[in-house]
């Protein structure tokens, strides 16, 4: 599975919004993009995928530039519950593979 | 989506004795199960994938003989850490892998060896 490079960390303010960048500019034409977070001492779960098109759901939106190479997560109001390390994957798998994960970026958040 | 549990959630033992534990899919039936392990404040490591049914396959430099793992059925896999020492500490986590593009992951069970 193709790179992604991420930021080590990043802050916010308390209902602003949040902008995470990853780059993978080695991706392939079937590889999904997946954002994930972890809290503190649990496991991660899943946050927003998309291939191409920008997708939106109720966590957050996943901004996908024309040419793949990058990526945004935006968190569009941040709270203090966001406060976790998000990672940014890529896979081309199909069904019950298991997902690669890198270092992640750490969002620190302040009231 | 798939519900996964652990347990127990965190467990303090002394070095030399073994611990169990047992990850559950409750909603759906498992024929895989990854393990990872994850050290303080770095990324989850996958440490093996275990199979309903037949033998665990193991990532490498992870020792099979200390990390054992049954998959004897479909809801249930088990990690047993194998006369624990300190280094073995941290924060293990299970997953089915990947249904409809999602991957779910156990809630995590933080061992802490004595």
């Known amino acids: 599975d193709a790179k992604t490079t991420q930021p080590n960390s990043m802050e916010s303010n308390e209902e602003e919004p949040v902008h995470l960048p990853c780059n993978h500019s080695?991706?392939?034409?079937?590889?999904?993009i997946h954002w994930y977070r972890q809290l503190p001492s649990q496991g991660p779960e899943y946050v927003i995928h998309g291939l191409t098109s920008n997708v939106n759901n109720r966590m957050a939106s996943l901004a996908i530039a024309e040419d793949r190479k990058s990526s945004t997560l935006i968190l569009h109001r941040a709270t203090l519950r966001d406060a976790a390390v998000y990672y940014c994957i890529l896979y081309n798998g199909g069904s019950q593979g298991n997902l690669i994960f890198g270092k992640g970026t750490k969002l620190s958040v302040k009231p | 989506g798939a519900v996964v549990s652990q347990h127990p959630s965190r467990v303090i033992c002394k070095s030399g004795t073994s611990v169990k534990i047992e990850c559950r899919s409750l909603d759906f039936q498992a024929t895989t199960m990854f393990w990872y392990r994850q050290f303080p404040k770095q990324s989850l490591m996958l440490m093996a994938t275990?199979?309903?049914?037949?033998?665990?396959?193991?990532e490498q430099g992870v020792e099979k003989d200390k990390f054992l793992i049954n998959h004897a059925s479909l809801t249930l896999s088990t990690l047993t850490v194998t006369s624990a020492h300190p280094e073995d500490s941290s924060f293990y986590i299970c997953s089915p892998g990947l249904l409809y593009n999602e991957q779910f992951f156990g809630p995590g069970t933080r061992l802490t060896v004595l």
């Open positions: 080695t991706i392939s034409g079937t590889d999904y």
């Open positions: 275990s199979n309903e049914g037949s033998k665990a396959t193991y």
